[in-house]
């Protein structure tokens, strides 16, 4: 992955650049798919609590926040990345969002208020779509009707379980991504 910047699409941040360090296995979600997720979560961002889980480059929790939620927590277990991550945050002026470092799983233990919006963009090739979604059920991290954001390799089998209904999905290039609503 080489060093560089990506732009926030809109809201208040609109225009400005965030860092992306040169690290392997980080690849931020690009313009195009940002813009369509957004488009769709127009209805259930503004003031939604957040977490952008396996956050990299933290643009879809950035993009959150430029677009008026009320807190976004950020999960991230590269320390390069983190520190990028925290650059990026206090550059914006973000003083809504928590950055939390570690694997997911540990990084989560604390928390126990739920959320509104999840972003859940890991590595592809893992099983941690699965098993992170599966942590924040069983800890009760999922408000009612929590929107559940999905992204994985567009080769990938992931289905939700019949707790989910599936409001979008679409496919771009290599990757495909999904919104869900939690329905019980």
Request: aromatic share 10%.
């Amino acid at each position: 992955m080489q060093a560089g910047k990506i732009r926030v699409i809109g809201g208040k941040f609109k225009g400005r650049k965030v860092s992306v360090p040169k690290v392997d296995g980080v690849r931020p979600t690009t313009d195009r798919v940002r813009e369509t997720l957004f488009n769709w979560l127009q209805p259930y961002i503004f003031n939604a609590h957040c977490l952008d889980a396996f956050a990299g480059t933290g643009i879809l929790g950035i993009e959150a926040i430029s677009r008026g939620a009320q807190r976004v927590t950020f999960v991230e277990q590269n320390k390069k990345v983190i520190q990028a991550l925290k650059s990026s945050v206090e550059l914006l002026g973000a003083d809504n969002a928590d950055l939390l470092s570690g694997d997911f799983f540990s990084a989560m233990s604390g928390l126990s208020k739920p959320f509104d919006l999840v972003f859940l963009d890991p590595p592809f090739e893992t099983t941690l779509l699965s098993e992170s979604l599966h942590y924040l059920q069983k800890k009760n991290l999922l408000n009612e009707n929590a929107i559940i954001y999905c992204e994985q390799s567009r080769h990938s089998d992931f289905t939700l379980t019949d707790d989910f209904q599936q409001l979008k999905t679409k496919h771009y290039g290599e990757v495909a991504y999904s919104l869900w609503q939690k329905i019980s």
